[in-house]
């Protein structure tokens, strides 16, 4: 539209425009616009709390980050930064995207947002409906690759290598569904670092059956001996490294005698040695 005065004279049926005029006024109006039925007309008065509630709800998440520099611009960031964190959270979970690739997926970097923003019930609520994702049988299956793609990846059916006792689905409180995403180090690596944040051990205790569960699959998966040979050195590393972090880590949460992990502790001893062997990067 070029020109403000043809506004009203949409003609399109199918792309209706609403819209009001009012003259100049000292105090605000406000307006209801309502999609489909509703049985409620507010009144002036609860139209104005309820904006005036709103506007309050707002200030507080752009007001959770605040940058005081020279820089006007800069300072928006951390305004910015809130709406940012809070778009991509829905209860359960957090998603992908906000706007594009509003999807569920366990690791896709959301999560980290919530203890930085002091959302730690938001943190663990992820957690724990992901935890009931995760996938408890079988406990070892077969490494089956997808002929259709040319071996180029892990065959996409339950019951397999990847998707057997300890992967974690995509979408929370359901474990029945395979998907080409390996997400569990990032998903693993953000719970640590919830951890790290809050210092909560009650509820790594609770965690602990999905991350022993998982540090299982993660030696069956990533054995510390044939990968290393077959990995690229660039993903040796980056692998290496994520493991060798969450072994200092769980030495930290270890501090009961139910926390058990002898099974898998010694896989993960070998990680660092390998890398000062091999990599020469310690």
């Known amino acids: 539209m070029e020109k403000l005065s043809d506004f009203t004279q949409n003609n399109t049926d199918k792309s209706p425009i609403i819209y009001a005029a009012y003259s100049a006024q000292k105090n605000p109006v406000y307006i209801q616009i309502k ?5 409620k007309n507010f009144s002036d008065e609860e139209l104005k709390n309820i904006f005036n509630e709103s506007e309050q709800s707002r200030l507080n998440l752009t007001n959770r980050v605040q940058l005081k520099t020279p820089d006007s611009d800069l300072n928006n960031f951390g305004a910015n930064l809130a709406v940012a964190a809070d778009g991509i959270w829905e209860s359960p979970t957090y998603l992908h995207g906000a706007v594009a690739w ?3 997926l366990n690791a896709w970097r959301g999560a980290y947002v919530a203890d930085v923003l002091s959302w730690h019930d938001r943190a663990k609520e992820h957690f724990e409906s992901y935890a009931n994702s995760q996938v408890l049988k079988p406990d070892f299956a077969p490494v089956e690759m997808d002929t259709l793609l040319h071996l180029a990846r892990h065959k996409e059916s ?12 995509r979408n929370p409180n359901d474990n029945t569904k395979p998907h080409h995403y390996d997400m569990n180090l990032v998903f693993f690596d953000q719970m640590f670092t919830h951890f790290n944040y809050t210092g909560d051990l009650e509820f790594l205790k609770k965690m602990w059956p999905t991350l022993v569960r998982h540090m299982d699959w ?23 490294n994520i493991l060798a972090e969450r072994l200092r880590i769980l030495r930290r ?9 002898q099974n ?10 390998l890398m000062k062997k091999k990599l020469k990067v310690f």
């Open 253 to 261: 949460i270890i501090t009961e005698p139910t926390m058990k992990w």
């Open 102 to 104: 509003r999807m569920r």
């Open 158 to 169: 339950m019951g397999t290598s990847v998707f057997s006792s300890g992967y974690i689905s």
């Open 264 to 273: 898998w502790r010694n896989s993960l001893v070998k990680i660092p040695n």
């Open 218 to 240: 993660e030696k069956e998966i990533s054995n510390a001996a044939s990968f290393m040979m077959h990995m690229p050195r660039f993903g040796q590393v980056m692998h290496c």
């Open 35 to 39: 999609k489909g039925k509703s049985h």
